[in-house]
């Protein structure tokens, strides 16, 4: 599985954002996806989670309902729709497949496949 990640960009306080990750290969409906992000100077972290059929999404306590996390199968894509955006915001964002489900898909250890990330810049 590759995966893409695109749509990061500098976007002002307050601003949107949407994220997309496009998968390649014939397992991606079999998949769950998550997205990650890494601050400069700072560990990677979880942001949000999302299972193969996209009827079950998890989220970072930080999203507080600002962002949403949601799959096309039909086009092996998922995005990450990020509303109300601050500059805390800013890192690269990656996106990540796994071949398992489970209460602890917010550890990056349960992810098989990464994408190389993409930047957001929220500036204040």
């Known amino acids: 599985v590759q995966l893409q990640a695109c749509g990061g960009g500098l976007v002002e306080a307050g601003g949107s954002l949407r994220l997309s990750c496009a998968a390649s290969g014939s397992t991606f409906s079999r998949n769950t996806m998550g997205w990650f992000r890494q601050a400069p100077g700072k560990e990677r972290e979880f942001v949000s989670t999302?299972?193969?059929?996209?009827?079950?999404?998890f989220y970072a306590g930080f999203v507080k309902g600002r962002f949403t996390c949601s799959r096309d199968n039909a086009k092996n894509t998922v995005y990450l729709e990020m509303n109300s955006l601050k500059p805390e915001d800013t890192a690269v964002y990656y996106c990540?497949?796994?071949?398992?489900?489970?209460?602890?898909?917010?550890?990056?250890?349960?992810?098989?496949?990464w994408g190389q990330g993409t930047l957001v810049t929220v500036s204040s």
């Open positions: 999302v299972n193969w059929s996209g009827d079950s999404t």
């Open positions: 990540a497949a796994s071949t398992r489900y489970t209460s602890l898909m917010g550890q990056q250890r349960n992810y098989d496949y």
